[in-house]
């Protein structure tokens, strides 16, 4: 009796561990036709509906805005200029949406940095080939709050919250790749 007690103790400090690092289940709701619960206060969670969101466009000089495509496999990015992961993730993320644009993804990179001109210079630099909205306001961080930076929101095409990875490390690109084939 002592030895499951111990186990079940183990399990919940491991659990409470996961999530004050900022880990989240990528495994879908449990009911996969009961209806996707809004977030409330800015805490997104894999089963709930995506925010909806509006930044402007810090790749194009053309005024326009980034939102939540309708109907498609969006992959949110949210990063900094000063992200370690960010510099790793673009080429990844590029890949991706050149291969599978054709089938219905959108990358979208959602910079929360003070400096436009940063973000625009930086993504360059980095190498990324979709578009990088600057979310001048906060607005996208607070409706999202992503649990650490280049961080990973992964919305199907009725835009519910699939996956979530807070952070990115190069172990990351094959779960990426899979994660959004299933959804197209």
């Not at 969006?74 to 089938?103: C, E, H, I």
């Not at 930086?122 to 190498?127: A, Q, R, T």
């Not at 607070?142 to 952070?167: L, M």
């Amino acid at each position: 009796m002592m030895w499951r007690g111990g186990v079940a103790l183990a399990a919940a400090v491991l659990a409470a561990a996961a999530l004050a690092l900022g880990c989240e289940s990528n495994l879908p709701p449990e009911a996969p036709d009961r209806p996707a619960a809004k977030a409330s206060n800015g805490n997104v969670r894999v089963g709930d509906l995506a925010p909806d969101f509006d930044v402007m466009n810090a790749s194009r000089n053309t005024g326009d805005r980034l939102r939540l495509v309708k109907g498609k496999v969006n992959l949110l990015f949210f990063w900094s200029t000063s992200s370690a992961g960010a510099k790793d993730a673009m080429p990844v993320l590029s890949d991706l949406q050149k291969r599978y644009t054709g089938r219905g993804l959108v990358v979208s990179a959602i910079a929360t940095d003070e400096d436009v001109m940063d973000v625009a210079r930086v993504s360059g630099d980095m190498g990324a080939t979709f578009d990088v909205g600057w979310d001048e306001t906060k607005s996208a961080q607070t409706r999202y709050r992503p649990p650490t930076d280049a961080s990973i929101f992964i919305v199907d095409k009725a835009g519910v919250v699939r996956f979530i990875h807070g952070g990115y490390s190069g172990g990351l690109a094959g779960d990426l790749e899979r994660e959004c084939s299933s959804l197209l």
